[in-house]
């Protein structure tokens, strides 16, 4: 029988301490990275049954601790315990109020919801979703954006819309916006795409922690200095005002290490952020830059063994290999804006 599901059939003192012996050991914490609880397969969805699966598993074996409490100790030199486990979300979307929000609740962990704040009750799919619901038959988007049109040659639905998806995120945040008016049908929703302010309020009143994800969910690098600058303080500032606290931390979009900058990172500083989180994956140490941080992405609905085994896999290297390429892709010595 393979480790993982031996380590799933013992019990939680046993796993803990399995853990620890595969590399979850004190000073390493892995921030899990969600977008979606949502029962439609998709690779950004996890199913309610599955995400809950995996929760009880971080209560009973892990060491589940908030944002702030991470970056808290990071920045004064206190000790982590070992088996830290940070939850968080990206985006906003709605679900992560009906589903998941209830779930943490009942399993006592606490997380972070980085929201968008241009998106929350506007009423229309972000741009991503766009693409997936409405994209034009390859010839539309061929004759409307002849650049990718020899790339959609012998694609399916499901290339094309990931070929256009990528190819969205390397192209300058207004022209990216003309062009999916262009290739995109209108697509209205027929029901909240995100949360409301009320149930962001609701979750802050509880214990969960809110971030910023800009306004838009540009991909920063690709916005001129002053559009990126007002993309980061204003989102701060909207949620701010309308949750009546401060918010410290916030979530790149996209969020690779040419998605950022050693500028960006001074605007985040002058904002008053105290973090900013990558999807760079690794494990955060005290090596980790406090303005690239890492993450791991949680995919696909995973099976629990399969989850389990993906979070030991980003454990097996010591050296702090995420925070290096954060630093070198971001521009930053090894030392900068360090934790």
């Not at 599901?5 to 620890?20: D, I, K």
């Not at 390493?28 to 309610?48: F, G, K």
């Not at 062009?179 to 697509?187: E, K, M, S």
């Not at 809110?210 to 993309?231: K, N, Y």
């Amino acid at each position: 029988m393979p480790i993982f599901n031996v380590l799933m059939r013992l019990g939680a003192p046993v796993a803990r301490a399995m853990l620890e012996r595969m590399g979850w050991r004190a000073g390493r914490v892995l921030v899990l990275m969600y977008h979606r609880v949502h029962p439609e397969p998709h690779a950004l969805n996890v199913s309610p049954e599955g995400f809950e699966s995996q929760i009880r598993f971080l209560r009973e074996c892990c060491h589940p601790l908030s944002l702030s409490e991470v970056v808290d100790a990071l920045r004064h030199g206190r000790p982590l315990p070992p088996r830290a486990v940070v939850v968080t979300f990206d985006d906003g979307y709605r679900d992560n109020y009906q589903h998941a929000f209830p779930i943490l609740q009942r399993y006592e962990v606490p997380a972070t919801f980085f929201v968008t704040s241009g998106m929350i009750q506007a009423g229309r799919y972000f741009w991503w979703d766009q693409v997936r619901l409405g994209l034009e038959p390859p010839e539309v988007v061929a004759q409307a954006w002849p650049a990718i049109a020899d790339s959609l040659l012998g694609q399916d639905r499901a290339g094309q819309i990931a070929l256009v998806t990528e190819a969205l995120k390397q192209t300058p945040h207004r022209q990216a916006r003309e062009l999916i008016a262009r290739i995109c049908r209108p697509v209205e929703p027929t029901e909240p795409v995100t949360m409301t302010w009320d149930e962001i309020r609701h979750m802050a009143a509880a214990g969960m922690e809110i971030g910023s994800h800009t306004v838009t969910h540009p991909i920063l690098a690709q916005q001129a200095p002053e559009e990126a600058a007002w993309e980061v303080r204003a989102s701060k500032e909207t949620i701010e005002r309308e949750l009546g606290m401060p918010v410290r931390h916030f979530a790149y979009p996209n969020g690779r290490a040419c998605d950022f900058s050693p500028e960006l990172i001074a605007q985040l500083e002058a904002s008053g952020y105290e973090s900013a989180w990558s999807t760079i994956e690794g494990a955060v140490t005290r090596e980790s830059p406090c303005y690239a941080l890492e993450r791991v992405g949680v995919y696909h609905d995973p099976r629990l063994a399969r989850f389990v085994r993906e979070l030991v896999r980003v454990l097996r290297p010591i050296a702090p290999a995420g925070a290096r390429q954060a630093s070198e892709g971001a521009g930053l010595p090894a030392s900068a804006s360090r934790a």
